[in-house]
């Protein structure tokens, strides 16, 4: 139980030092002479010591990364040179503060695991960081993360107003992605995220929608360039603070009509084959909302 308290200020310093940004850099080495641990005399050699070693994230959110920092000390009586760290996929580990990943007896290092959630599926994650070093015992140590990735959604807990969505930190999501992109590509990074394929409870009606496609160009140019007061469809023109010019909505407006043309074709050849709807492209593509 002794070693626990002992255990405890260390931890206390560093977050105290990470959270002010105040690692010594005069004396280096006096982070570690200002948190010794208990080096055990009686064995001889590095001896690679966790504190704690899982950690549980809870819930992480699509798009963005769970960092989580583990205390390693050395309570051998020789220098503990960690010779790598290998993350199971899906993340990535760094050794902080330690020349050359050597820690001294009685010193302790932090070891930061990162997991990025971007592009991961919803679900469940397990990973693991295996740290090889020339520790007497445990020579292959590891460390854990868990933790559930969740949708991105969750930035939205609340229904969020429109204005800033395409700044700051906004901009990762609602504008980053379309940057250089034209036509389908573009659509993809800017629209998509409201107006997906998937009947993903998304706010706007997806593409393949009569609510999409019954415009004329010039109105969908007119809604992108203006979008929908009172509605959650942004106004993406430059005059409007928008991230798009005329050249890219121009571009959203062709891959559009295309993809109508296309809708409409495979909706004559579906009736021309007997299907007893005669239908027109309009209801036969209504979207369920
Ligand atoms: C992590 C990515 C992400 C960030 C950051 C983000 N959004 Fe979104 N936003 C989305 C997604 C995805 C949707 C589509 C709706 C959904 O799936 O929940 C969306 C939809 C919206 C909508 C449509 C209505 C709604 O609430 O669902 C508005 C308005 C909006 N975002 C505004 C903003 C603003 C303002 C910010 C910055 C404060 C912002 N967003 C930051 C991903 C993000
Ligand atoms: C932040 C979410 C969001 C983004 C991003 C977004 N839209 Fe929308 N859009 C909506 C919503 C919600 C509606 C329905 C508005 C209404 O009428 O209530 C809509 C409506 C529309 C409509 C008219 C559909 C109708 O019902 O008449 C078009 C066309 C459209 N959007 C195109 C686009 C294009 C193209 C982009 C990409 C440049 C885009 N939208 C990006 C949310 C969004």
Same mark, same amino acid.
């Given at each position: 139980?002794?070693?626990?308290?002992?255990?405890?200020?260390?931890?206390?310093?560093?977050?105290?030092?990470?959270?002010?940004?105040?690692?010594?850099?005069?004396?280096?080495?006096?982070?570690?002479?200002?948190?010794?641990?208990?080096v055990d005399t009686t064995k001889k050699?590095?001896q690679?010591?966790?504190?704690?070693?899982?950690?549980?994230?809870?819930?992480?959110?699509?798009?963005?990364?769970?960092?989580?920092?583990?205390?390693? =000390?050395?309570?051998g009586t020789?220098?503990?040179?960690?010779? =790598?760290?290998?993350?199971?996929?899906?993340?990535?580990?760094?050794?902080?503060?330690?020349?050359?990943?050597?820690?001294?007896?009685?010193?302790?290092?932090?070891? *930061?695991?990162?997991?990025?959630?971007?592009?991961?599926?919803?679900?469940?994650?397990?990973?693991?960081?295996?740290?090889?070093?020339?520790? *007497?015992?445990?020579?292959?140590?590891?460390?854990?993360?868990?933790?559930?990735?969740? *949708? =991105?959604?969750?930035?939205?807990?609340?229904?969020?107003?429109?204005?800033?969505?395409?700044?700051?930190?906004?901009?990762?999501?609602?504008?980053?992605?379309?940057?250089?992109?034209?036509?389908?590509?573009?659509?993809?990074?800017?629209?998509?995220?409201?107006?997906?394929?998937?009947?993903?409870?998304?706010?706007?009606?997806?593409?393949?929608?009569?609510?999409?496609?019954?415009?004329?160009?010039?109105?969908?140019?007119?809604?992108?360039?203006?979008?929908?007061?009172? =509605?959650?469809?942004?106004?993406?023109?430059?005059?409007?603070?928008?991230?798009?010019?005329?050249?890219?909505?121009?571009?959203?407006?062709?891959?559009?009509?295309?993809? *109508?043309?296309?809708?409409?074709?495979?909706?004559?050849?579906?009736?021309?084959?007997?299907?007893?709807?005669?239908?027109?492209?309009?209801?036969?593509?209504?979207?369920?909302?």
């Open positions: 139980m002794k070693s626990r308290i002992l255990y405890a200020l260390p931890a206390l310093l560093f977050a105290a030092f990470v959270a002010y940004g105040l690692l010594p850099s005069p004396q280096a080495g006096g982070l570690h002479a200002a948190s010794p641990v208990p050699g590095a690679i010591k966790i504190a704690e070693d899982s950690y549980d994230f809870h819930d992480i959110e699509q798009g963005t990364k769970a960092e989580h920092i583990f205390l390693i =000390s050395n309570v020789d220098t503990l040179v960690i010779t =790598s760290t290998r993350p199971s996929c899906g993340c990535t580990a760094a050794v902080l503060d330690a020349k050359e990943n050597k820690i001294p007896p009685g010193a302790t290092s932090r070891l *930061k695991v990162t997991f990025d959630a971007n592009n991961k599926p919803e679900g469940p994650i397990q990973k693991s960081v295996t740290i090889t070093s020339n520790s *007497k015992e445990n020579a292959d140590a590891m460390v854990r993360i868990q933790g559930r990735v969740v *949708k =991105s959604k969750l930035a939205h807990k609340t229904m969020m107003h429109l204005d800033g969505i395409f700044q700051g930190d906004c901009a990762k999501c609602h504008v980053d992605k379309g940057k250089g992109e034209l036509g389908a590509r573009l659509f993809e990074a800017d629209c998509a995220i409201c107006h997906g394929s998937k009947a993903d409870d998304k706010p706007g009606p997806e593409l393949a929608s009569e609510a999409m496609l019954k415009h004329t160009p010039k109105q969908w140019e007119h809604i992108i360039a203006d979008g929908i007061p009172n =509605s959650a469809m942004p106004a993406f023109h430059i005059r409007n603070k928008g991230p798009l010019s005329d050249e890219e909505i121009a571009s959203l407006v062709e891959y559009m009509g295309a993809f *109508k043309k296309e809708a409409e074709r495979n909706n004559m050849l579906k009736s021309t084959t007997g299907s007893t709807s005669t239908g027109s492209a309009a209801n036969k593509t209504t979207a369920k909302r």
